[in-house]
């Protein structure tokens, strides 16, 4: 079957760094998804990686390493604002995606 | 603002009720989606229009019943809901719908309970 895992939950302090990690299992693959959701509001697209490495977006980068199934979302300097949930979603052969059900990070001052 | 607006935005219905659920994209895009995001659950698609067609269908209970009348506007007509079927339902479009790193843009979302 295809599968997706991620933590439920993390906390980290204000000015911080955090790593989301993802896990998945999916039938082909055609690229990772990040997506961030604050409370309440629409998800918003984060990053897409298919090809192994780190790709930096200010301060935000994701990981991937298609040899492992398994991504991470880096989160550096992390502000108040940074406190939503993070949604990862595996592209599989057939365009389909497949999410995880999240993880709820916490920031704390 | 993503360009994906969707009302109400709270709605809270007994199991005899009829209600819709509207969702307007400002995008140019081809495709629309109809998503369930219940707590701690996946993202659970429930349909899919690419050029007002409906492309995709994952099992779900007649119910729902979606519409698109054009590639701007999306509706999900509901009926006869069950309790669990309280949930936010999130509408999404993309530029054409089943390609390679194609994003979605979603709405805010529905609050739906019923009661």
């Known amino acids: 079957g295809q599968n997706i895992d991620q933590p439920t939950e993390m906390t980290a302090t204000e000015g911080a760094i955090v790593q989301i990690n993802c896990t998945y299992q999916?039938?082909?693959?055609?690229?990772l998804f990040w997506y961030q959701q604050h409370a309440a509001e629409a998800p918003t697209f984060l990053s897409y990686?298919?090809l192994d490495g780190l790709e930096e977006k200010g301060r935000f980068s994701s990981f991937l390493s298609r040899s492992k199934g398994y991504s991470y979302l880096l989160l550096k300097e992390l502000q108040m604002k940074d406190s939503a949930s993070y949604l990862c979603a595996s592209l599989d052969s057939n365009y389909q995606l497949i999410w995880g059900a999240g993880t709820k990070l916490i920031i704390k001052p | 603002e993503t360009g994906v607006t969707q009302t109400p935005r709270h709605l809270v219905m007994g199991m005899t009720n009829k209600k819709s659920l509207k969702c307007e994209q400002h995008l140019g895009h081809n495709a629309m989606y109809w998503y369930k995001q219940s707590a701690k659950k996946p993202l659970e698609l429930m349909f899919v229009?690419?050029?007002?067609?409906?492309?995709e269908n994952n099992s779900v209970p007649s119910r729902f019943s979606p519409e698109c009348p054009n590639s701007s506007h999306l509706f999900l007509h509901l009926h006869t809901l069950q309790p669990e079927d309280s949930a936010l339902y999130l509408c999404a479009s993309s530029q054409d719908g089943g390609t390679v790193n194609e994003k979605l843009f979603f709405g805010s979302g529905t609050q739906l309970s019923v009661l």
């Open positions: 999916t039938s082909g693959f055609n690229g």
């Open positions: 990686n298919v």
């Open positions: 229009y690419s050029l007002e067609e409906r492309v």
